[in-house]
Structures are given as structure tokens and as C-alpha cells.
């Protein structure tokens, strides 16, 4: 079955860093433009970075510098390198694929993993 699944998500202090992993499960016809979103309570959820399958990549404005996107197309597997957490990071993260980076950056990626959470604290 074609899935995407999360996993890395836990606690860490401020200043703190976690990485991420999405591995794709099955074939996912297409869907090779992958990313990464979170949900905060309370907040829409916003894009965290992409990258598309020619190997562009796009970061939220809040993560410039801080996160770093990238895919290991041997294992099936997308990353989000997490540095200089904040506790405005905190939220779910979850990952997407899409054939269309556009459809997929504004967030109606044709699939979703179940979310990994996040959690940073002072």
C-alpha cells in the first residue's frame, strides 16, 4: 500500500536538534516532489521546506538557516535536519509527496504521513 511514514519526532531544550525521516512506503505513482509541514495548535498548517524532483529546494521563511531538507532516493527516504530548535517549533510534522511541487507546496499533496511530533521546551 502506498504510505508515507514519519519518525525522529520527540523532546529537546531549546538550542536542542532533531532529524527527521519520512520513508516512502510502495510505489506513489508520480509523487516524486516531496516535503515537510507542521501543524502548531491554534495556527494553519505552514510548509517547512520542499524539494522537488529535479532536486530544488524551498524553505520556510521562520527556517532559513536553521533546517535543512534533503532525500535519499536509494533508501526511499526524505530528512529534515533540525538545528537551533525553538519552542515555536513545537507542532506535528508531517510529510507529503506530490507529482506537482506547486499542488504540493500549497499543501494538497496527493499523500500524507501520520505525523511525527515535535515538542520544545525552554
Known amino acids: 500500500q502506498d504510505h508515507l511514514m514519519e519518525s525522529g519526532g520527540g523532546s529537546v531544550k531549546a538550542g536542542g536538534s532533531l532529524t527527521l525521516s519520512c520513508k516512502r512506503h510502495?510505489?506513489?505513482?508520480?509523487?516524486?516532489?516531496m516535503a515537510w509541514f507542521r501543524q502548531v495548535t491554534g495556527k494553519p498548517r505552514e510548509g517547512v521546506a520542499r524539494?522537488?524532483?529535479?532536486?530544488?529546494?524551498t524553505y520556510g521563511d521562520s527556517m532559513k538557516g536553521r533546517f535543512t531538507i534533503s532525500k535519499d532516493n536509494a533508501k526511499d527516504t526524505l530528512y529534515l535536519q533540525m538545528n537551533s530548535l525553538k519552542p515555536e517549533d513545537t507542532g506535528m510534522y508531517y510529510c507529503?509527496?506530490?507529482?506537482?511541487?506547486?499542488?504540493?507546496?500549497?499543501?494538497?499533496?496527493?499523500?500524507w504521513g501520520q505525523g511525527t511530533q515535535v515538542t520544545v521546551s525552554p
Open positions: 510502495g510505489y506513489l505513482w508520480g509523487a516524486d516532489n
Open positions: 524539494i522537488e524532483s529535479d532536486g530544488a529546494i
Open positions: 507529503a509527496a506530490d507529482s506537482s511541487s506547486t499542488k504540493l507546496w500549497a499543501g494538497f499533496g496527493r499523500y
